[in-house]
């Protein structure tokens, strides 16, 4: 009988909140399905920026499905190669403890930006991983990958396990 209640939760938009306006909503729609839109296919939705905000809004606030908020910090973190208010949203998911996801979404994304946008998300990815080694045990690798010389550097200079494990 609980499973009528969780298929409500799933196919409502943010149980957390609900979307402020139809383009967060038309955003989160498609992020929401499996395998669904690419960063390329929400941003004609509407104005650049107003995109970028409901793409903020949606990882942010949207809790299910829970890719929809991953995915649409992956396309903010791509935004970020030009945009400072992208930028900054990426940077502060960098730094909130409670964000994790939405960090290592950014983090999968730095060798897509220009060096210039992706050594300061580098470097704060760096400062995550200095207080929450699990976080630094998943982006390490990836740091580490980079196309930036400057960010593999910084991946490479991270712990290579968790402290007190062998």
Known sequence: MWIIPLAIT?????????????????????LSERHGATCE?????????AVR????EVAT???MPPWAPVNAAKC??????TDDVALAAATGWL??????GLALAVVQQLSALPADRALPLATAAAERAATDARFGLYARPVLVGSVHPEVAAI????????????
């Open 10 to 30: 799933m196919a409502t938009p943010a149980a957390a909140a609900e979307p402020s306006s139809p383009l967060s909503d038309a955003v989160w729609r498609q």
């Open 53 to 56: 905000d409901a793409l903020i």
């Open 41 to 49: 296919a929400v941003a004609p939705l509407g104005e650049p920026a």
């Open 61 to 63: 606030q949207a809790t």
């Open 95 to 100: 730094g909130d403890a409670e964000l994790g």
């Open 76 to 81: 903010v973190a791509q935004l970020a190669a």
């Open 155 to 166: 991946g490479a200079a991270l712990p290579t396990g968790l402290p007190g494990v062998p």
